[in-house]
């Protein structure tokens, strides 16, 4: 159906700081989350004193549960209405509205762009921290590999310079390693050692996991004795030498060794966290006792495969490192050579992001400035705008604003006083519209007085309507027609649009139906010549859908044809609540002037017949119920309306119709009605119960 726009009402200005403030009482005791939230506490205080007089038995376990889950619902609805107050009073005005645009526009996002490459150096330092102390780490490994591979051939050559060799090796090495170790294992006995070996004692044989290699350089893992979840670090070369025999050399990783690293690389081993210990729960802190700084930041991660001496496999330990920023980028730019102006060309490229970060920490600062003064400008015609609406409001229709600019603004301001000359003329625009608005009620007074008054009191029937327009007259019509003592016709229009040429439609189509109800006993037959005598005084925009069905009891049977009109709910008295059936015979709209439309018309309308049974319920409606809106735009439907009639078909019809009418209202939440609701609900009774009624 066509629908029509509801005329406009100017709504009176109101601050929201003038609005009546809701009270904590008010939402607690008025509201369904405040109630929600004040049983569910009691509930819960309730079963804390039982808890502590006895062991709660399973159904209080669930009802506590239960009582949990309502006071966290009713506190984020709390929680929600809090912030939309928020919203409403912080931006109320258009200055804090244009301030805030601006800081999300500009402020925002290059607080965003600075995060984001703050993360990104981050990351990057992150890997080249890593990948540097992995290079220092295996630049000891070498050193001990080469340092018994050097002892190793030595022997090998000389076997009886053993003694002097391993000695020599451990001079050379124990600068660089003060806790350096040198041990060479015969194959027989007489293990010749020589250093501090702190971490690991000295070998007294070659473990054989180490198979046929050569040789073999690994690091080892011993349990620190500050913490069971932490490992000391210990890095040991192994060659063996030609003709049997191997050489041992230990470097365990230790505060001068660790310096040395930092050194090199610019980057601190602080934890070295057991694997093991890891997997089993332990978690390790990062920021541990021999750590500094941030948890975050100047932080990375490596791992190392971890050897056992006494038995054959491996884990992995996790190596927590520190850096600090310019140390690292002073080891990654110390390759740099090139000069420009006297310095470095890394540090020329550092100075010139540096520079360029400064000026776009002043352009910023530069444009929030300029952004609030461009803000106050503009609020501040708006703040004489609104002011002059204020006195407008309170009946002032001389204050006129000042112009005191040629810009959009002042335009808007001329555009006011303009406003304000003419208030006269809508003021006489709105009396004549209350006097049609008079004339309208004396309208929709006569037609209503054309429908049916009062219940139909028809033998064997159970009868309720109700019609309901969307405006103060409207294009829904529904009828009875007595057409003997076991006979009665229904009928239901909605004539397209709304308004006086809808309600004129209505008031014709009655009496054409009154007239030919009497002469035609087929509800097709009837509708055809409704439609052929209708359709000559119809504009070409109109229309109208209707079925009109005739109850004959005595042969307990209902006829009916469906013109375009929405569908008949019909609910068997044996099926009352199950499914419920939806009958749409074919059927044209009744009024169309196109050229051969009546013969379609003619060709398209078919006559059903339905037998009745005692409990039958039939839903005879227009498209204002199953088309009635939420505030979300959702239709009520015809699938809701028939559940609805399937789950309480066993109720009175009067009632039915109020539980109809609730859920209805229920549903559209205070939305406007768009369209009207007209809807018959017939219900066919005991021939008992029938006999004893007193025919119209």
Request: proline share 4%; hydrophobic share 50%; charged share 20%.
């Amino acid at each position: 159906m066509a629908r029509a726009r509801p005329p406009e009402v100017p709504l009176p200005v109101r601050r929201t700081e003038d609005a009546p403030r809701v009270t904590v009482r008010d939402l607690l005791l008025h509201t369904w989350a405040g109630r929600l939230f004040l049983i569910a506490l009691g509930v819960k205080l309730l079963i804390a004193v039982w808890r502590a007089a006895a062991p709660l038995p399973p159904l209080l376990v669930v009802l506590s549960g239960a009582a949990t889950l309502a006071i966290v619902v009713s506190l984020v609805w709390f929680g929600w209405r809090l912030f939309i107050l928020v919203k409403r009073r912080l931006l109320w005005r258009v200055r804090r509205k244009l301030i805030l645009s601006y800081i999300f526009i500009g402020v925002v996002p290059s607080l965003l762009i600075l995060v984001f490459f703050l993360f990104a150096g981050n990351l990057v330092f992150m890997n080249v921290s890593a990948y540097l102390f992995k290079d220092g780490y295996d630049q000891i490994m070498d050193d001990a590999r080469l340092s018994a591979q050097a002892a190793a051939t030595e022997i090998a050559r000389v076997p009886a310079s053993a003694q002097e060799t391993v000695q020599r090796v451990y001079r050379i090495r124990q600068r660089d390693y003060p806790t350096l170790s040198v041990a060479y294992v015969p194959r027989d006995s007489g293990v010749i050692a020589v250093g501090p070996w702190k971490r690991m004692a000295a070998p007294s044989a070659i473990p054989s996991w180490l198979g046929g290699d050569e040789v073999f350089v690994g690091t080892f893992g011993v349990r620190s004795p500050e913490s069971a979840a932490e490992e000391d670090l210990l890095v040991r070369a192994i060659v063996k030498v030609a003709g049997g025999g191997a050489v041992v050399v230990d470097i365990p990783i230790e505060d001068q060794v660790i310096a040395r690293l930092r050194q090199q690389t610019g980057v601190n081993l602080e934890n070295v966290f057991d694997g093991r210990a890891i997997r089993n729960g332990g978690a390790p802190a990062v920021n541990g006792t021999k750590g500094r700084g941030s948890v975050f930041f100047e932080k990375s991660l490596t791992q190392l495969d971890i050897y056992r001496w006494d038995a054959a496999g491996l884990h992995r330990d996790t190596l927590a490192l520190g850096y600090r920023l310019r140390e690292l980028y002073s080891q990654l730019s110390s390759a740099q050579s090139m000069l420009v102006g006297g310095m470095r060309l890394a540090d020329a490229l550092m100075f010139f992001l540096v520079a360029i970060g400064v000026m776009f920490l002043i352009i910023e600062a530069v444009a929030l400035v300029m952004g609030l003064a461009l803000a106050r400008s503009i609020t501040s015609a708006v703040h004489e705008l609104f002011m002059g609406t204020e006195r407008v409001r309170q009946g002032d229709f001389t204050h006129r604003i000042a112009v005191r600019s040629r810009d959009q603004l002042g335009e808007l301001a001329d555009s006011f006083n303009q406003m304000t000359g003419s208030i006269e003329n809508l003021l006489q625009t709105a009396a004549e519209k209350k006097r049609l608005e008079e004339e309208l009620r004396i309208a929709r007074q006569i037609q209503m007085s054309l429908l049916p008054r009062g219940p139909l009191n028809f033998p064997g029937l159970g009868v309720t309507a109700l019609c309901v327009p969307a405006r103060e007259v409207g294009g829904d019509y529904y009828d009875f027609f007595v057409l003997g003592p076991e006979r009665v016709a229904v009928l239901i229009a909605d004539v397209s649009g709304k308004g006086t040429s809808a309600a004129l439609y209505m008031a014709e189509l009655k009496g054409l139906v009154l007239s030919l109800s009497q002469i035609y006993q087929s509800p097709r037959q009837l509708l055809l010549e409704v439609n052929r005598i209708i359709s000559e005084n119809l504009d070409t925009r109109s229309f109208i859908t209707m079925t009109y069905g005739v109850i004959d009891l005595s042969a307990r049977v209902l006829t009916f044809a469906r013109a375009g009109h929405t569908p008949l709910l019909y609910l068997p008295g044996d099926c009352v609540g199950g499914d419920i059936r939806v009958l749409t015979p074919s059927g044209l709209v009744v009024g169309l002037r196109i050229p051969g439309a009546q013969e379609k018309f003619a060709d398209l309308l078919e006559e059903a017949r339905i037998e009745l049974h005692t409990g039958d319920v039939f839903v005879f409606y227009t498209d204002g119920i199953s088309e009635a809106m939420n505030p979300a735009s959702d239709l009520f439907g015809d699938s809701r309306l028939g559940s609805l009639v399937a789950e309480h078909g066993h109720l009175e019809t009067g009632e039915l119709r109020e539980r109809i009418l609730r859920e209805i209202e229920s549903f559209v939440d205070g939305a406007d009605q768009h369209d009207d609701m007209t809807m018959i609900l017939i219900k066919v009774e005991e021939a008992v119960a029938a006999a004893e009624r007193v025919a119209v």
